[in-house]
């Protein structure tokens, strides 16, 4: 995990359920929280769903994982942002929610109301 994330400010997460956590350091203690009672190598991701854009010095991927994590297991929406440093790519954002269970136009209809 933490080969893949970059370094700077910018670097966050939003894991599903829970406020933006700022700063590499932040960023890779949530994540040895949340893998601590995993087994080794029983965290499993699958994609689906993946679209990818970039330019010279940033990219983003969004797509659906498919989480297998020991006993938990579920899907989550995921955007992450990277950023080319010292010629690689690393991830700067990465945000995790549940899919939605209603349609886009839907639930756009619902937040935004006219008067």
């Known amino acids: 995990?933490?080969?893949m994330w970059g370094t700077g400010q910018q670097v966050q997460i939003i894991h599903p359920g829970s406020n933006c956590i700022a700063g590499r350091e932040a960023v890779m203690e949530s994540w040895k929280t949340i893998l601590a009672g995993v087994r080794p190598r029983a965290f499993r991701i699958e994609l689906e769903g993946v679209r990818i854009h970039a330019t010279e010095s940033y990219g983003f991927v969004t797509c659906v994982e498919i989480v297998d994590a020991d006993?938990?297991?579920?899907?989550?929406?995921?955007?992450?942002?990277?950023?080319?440093?010292?010629?690689?790519?690393?991830?700067?954002?990465?945000?995790?929610?549940?899919p939605a269970t209603?349609?886009?136009?839907?639930?756009f209809r619902r937040f935004v109301r006219r008067p």
């Open 102 to 107: 209603i349609p886009a136009v839907t639930a």
């Open 1 to 3: 995990m933490d080969a």
């Open 71 to 98: 006993d938990s297991a579920g899907r989550i929406c995921a955007t992450n942002i990277y950023e080319k440093q010292d010629g690689k790519w690393l991830m700067v954002l990465h945000q995790g929610g549940p």
